[in-house]
């Protein structure tokens, strides 16, 4: 009886946890639907957005996904080796009298409140990096992501790249600790063995854990991708609102889907607008949960193989 009541309590926990998502989906595209109708401009591929008449709706994607993916693929570059080199030296290099205490100091990193981040961002690191956004700007500027962007004002901190590097941070303690978690379970007598053969310690990392610890590694990082595409408090404080269109530069400020939807609080006052918003809403949320299926995925594989 004991086995029958926890499996059925266990079958309808996860039967409630896929049906809040499929209720969550369903929801969002029955009210986006109707603003979609009366769209006057292209949804997917217009840079256009005015929603102040609901008899004149014209709302397109393009620069918010442009500033959406751009903030967070940079932030994915710049965590992406850190986190991996924290993970290997929590694991590898690290004495355990350190290693858990620093374990410690970087899972506090997730507990900071993301609108800390923003006034950080906004206040601290935008006007510290100045120089280097003028540098990069000056010298690499015949390269796109570096040129000129939509913002009068070079590195005033409120453009993609502060916004990116905030970003980063944010998503450092999911990424190291899904690749934290699968390189300590890196088989010991593979690292053993290669000890043995006379490996040094880096050797064995780059023949042993590297190979069992890569698909969590990637994992981690597409969680921590999916992390940064829905961030909104601290992008909306960074980032700054221009009408001018991007560039394609990480020095353009505008908008991400999480930020536009949280500035455009003030026009919730009629279906249809309301209903551009949660347009918006929706495509942020196929690209989110997309993003942590192929995660799930590839850590699945990886604690497979780790298995076989």
């Not at 600790?177 to 990392?205: C, D, H, K, M, Y």
């Not at 909104?232 to 530069?249: H, R």
Request: glycine share 10%; aromatic share 12%.
């Amino acid at each position: 009886m004991g086995d029958k009541v926890f499996s059925s309590l266990a079958t309808a926990s996860g039967a409630f946890v896929v049906a809040l998502i499929a209720a969550i989906g369903i929801f969002l595209l029955i009210r986006a639907v109707p603003a979609l109708r009366v769209d006057e401009v292209n949804f997917l591929f217009s840079r256009e957005w005015n929603t102040r008449e609901a008899e004149n709706l014209r709302f397109g994607i393009l620069d918010l996904a442009w500033i959406t993916v751009a903030s967070s693929l940079f932030a994915l570059v710049i965590a992406m080796p850190l986190s991996g080199g924290i993970a290997l030296f929590l694991t590898r290099y690290a004495p355990t009298v350190l290693a858990r205490p620093f374990a410690y100091l970087v899972d506090l990193l997730a507990a900071v409140p993301s609108v800390v981040y923003g006034l950080w961002g906004f206040m601290v690191l935008g006007p510290f990096l100045s120089p280097l956004a003028a540098w990069l700007n000056q010298n690499l500027g015949w390269i796109p992501i570096f040129s000129d962007g939509n913002i009068n004002q070079l590195g005033s901190g409120k453009d993609v790249f502060t916004a990116g590097i905030v970003l980063a941070v944010m998503i450092i303690p999911t990424i190291t600790g899904v690749t934290r978690e699968v390189f300590s379970r890196t088989p010991s007598a593979q690292i053993e063995g290669a000890l043995a053969l006379g490996a040094t310690r880096w050797e064995v990392i780059r023949t042993t854990v590297w190979p069992f610890g890569r698909n969590g590694f990637i994992g981690g990082s597409m969680l921590g991708l999916g992390r940064a595409l829905g961030e909104t408090m601290a992008l909306t404080i960074i980032l700054s609102y221009t009408s001018a269109p991007p560039g394609y530069s990480l020095f353009d400020g505008g908008a991400t889907f999480a930020s536009k939807i949280a500035l455009g609080a003030a026009e919730f006052n009629h279906n249809l607008k309301v209903g551009a918003y949660i347009s918006a809403g929706l495509v942020l949320f196929i690209l989110t949960f997309a993003v942590n299926a192929l995660a799930r995925w590839i850590e699945s594989s990886a604690s497979a193989k780790g298995k076989s």
